[in-house]
């Protein structure tokens, strides 16, 4: 017994030891050197604590994509080549001072382009069992914007973070209690956001830190990065110093896109901070459409050229959806229902406890399902109706607008997001269902008395005060 104490006293002075002599030989080669800008081959503080978000929570991510295979796999790549696209453009700030704003929307193109690529991967898989997923992470891996955020880049990250809470809370309820490995990929998931939010926190508070020194940053020093790992200097370059640690993930020249420029130029304007406002207007009552019915018939406004992935459908060539074949049809257990257009006779019937329905941009359409079904979800739809007779889950409505639901049986809730005019009329079954609501606006309920219908409407706004042991929120009441 007394020799396997020493044994064991030997080995983990022993460790301690090596331990010693690494930590040393990390610090060798950056003791002389400049602690924020990386100069003589250092490697900036702020470069080496994302290196520790990418090993850690960005690392158990891939591990856990990779147990569950498949497009999930495929998904998580890309978001590991975007990872490393933002490091080197940490690093690439580390060593150079900060360009103009036309420049800095360049040197974003290959966080953007990756960003783009995530996207359209969701888009093209939208029949994929995995759609969940694919969701969580293309409604949020906008968050690598960060850095063209200021002045608080934080509070952009937590806003992303919780779209795709919005989506990996359908994965918990799918396979919380069938299969643990999808709620480790959650949890892996959300991490990544938290602790990049912990990150920006800590190195970039009030918005990314440039170089203070150094030559200004541009097209041909971002190269540089990319292939020596280190700014070109404006000065002749000393001796070399040794070869700092390679980045964790392959940098690879991202693929050319065509959503390219209008990301970067919505990064460039976030860049802008406060003045970004500058060249709004004022807009009368008159020119508003919610205040003037006759400019509705006008047909709808032209779309922002920065929402490349919700193109107008007055532009054909940037709307390839547009080509798409309307769906009405049973996909395993998911009724699809996509792209119908002045369609009022849509009816589903046969339906099985363990199916679902899926409608997504669906427009000036309404639809009957009868029997009993699982969930139903609205998504990117607009002046849609829909009449169902029950459901044991939940109703969700997504991204919409001008959305009418008529309960003729029973619904246990009904989930509003991002929505702009729901009209929700209850069956006397239905009274106890609950509303739950998100960044929406102009939703009524309507209850059945006296053979007719009472609107009431979802308040929208709130008022929340300290009562002395925590925050109380309630309805506000507004005062005409």
Avoid at 144 to 150: N, P, R, T, Y
Avoid at 308 to 323: D, I, W
Avoid at 344 to 360: G, M, S
């Amino acid at each position: 017994m007394a020799e396997n104490h020493g044994l064991m006293e030997r080995l983990e002075k022993a460790v301690t030891r090596l331990e010693s002599l690494f930590s040393d030989s990390q610090r060798s080669g950056g003791m002389e050197c400049d602690a924020m800008n990386g100069v003589n081959g250092s490697i900036a503080p702020y470069v080496e604590a994302f290196d520790r978000l990418l090993n850690g929570s960005v690392a158990e991510f891939l591990r856990y994509s990779k147990i569950l295979e498949g497009d999930v796999k495929t998904h998580a790549e890309m978001v590991r080549a975007a990872f490393q696209a933002q490091r080197s453009f940490l690093v690439l700030a580390s060593q150079c001072q900060e360009p103009q704003e036309n420049e800095v929307a360049v040197l974003l193109k290959p966080i953007s382009e990756k960003i783009q690529e995530i996207q359209n991967f969701r888009e093209r898989n939208r029949g994929s069992q995995m759609f969940n997923h694919l969701s969580a992470v293309s409604e949020s891996i906008p968050a690598l914007g960060w850095i063209a955020v200021s002045p608080k880049p934080g509070p952009y990250v937590k806003e992303m973070n919780d779209a795709a809470t919005f989506y990996t809370n359908r994965v918990l309820k799918d396979y919380k209690h069938s299969d643990t490995r999808h709620v480790d990929w959650v949890k892996s998931y959300l991490n990544i956001w938290s602790d990049l939010q912990a990150y920006i926190k800590e190195h970039h508070t009030t918005g990314l830190t440039w170089s203070k020194t150094g030559p200004v940053a541009s097209a041909t020093s971002m190269r540089s990065v990319l292939t020596s790992g280190s700014c070109p200097s404006s000065t002749p370059p000393p001796p070399p110093p040794p070869p700092g640690p390679p980045p964790i993930f392959d940098t690879e020249t991202p693929p050319k896109d065509e959503g390219t420029a209008s990301r970067s130029a919505l990064f460039a304007q976030l860049n802008q901070g406060e003045a970004i406002t500058k060249g709004l207007r004022h807009v009368s009552d008159d020119q508003k459409t919610h205040k003037n019915p006759s400019l509705r018939a006008q047909g709808p406004p032209a779309r922002s050229p920065t929402k490349s992935h919700t193109p107008s459908p007055t532009s054909p060539k940037n709307s390839p959806q547009q080509s798409h074949a309307p769906v009405l049809e049973l996909e395993g257990k998911k009724w699809r229902v996509e792209y119908q257009e002045d369609k009022n006779d849509l009816v589903i019937t046969n339906t099985e406890l363990k199916q679902v329905a899926y409608i997504f941009k669906c427009n000036k359409s309404t639809l009957q399902i009868k029997g009993k079904i699982n969930s139903i979800t609205i998504d990117n739809c607009k002046k849609f109706g829909l009449v169902f007779d029950n459901v044991v889950g939940i109703v969700e409505v997504i991204n919409s607008r001008d959305i009418q639901i008529q309960v003729m049986g029973k619904v246990p809730t009904i989930s509003i997001n991002k929505t702009e005019g729901c009209h929700i009329y209850l069956s006397e079954e239905s009274l106890d269902c609950e509303i739950v609501s998100a960044k929406s606006s102009e939703m009524n309920i309507l209850i059945p008395q006296d053979g007719d219908y009472k609107e009431f409407p979802v308040p929208e706004q709130f008022k929340t005060a300290w009562d002395g042991s925590k925050l109380v929120t309630e309805p506000a009441e507004i005062v005409g």
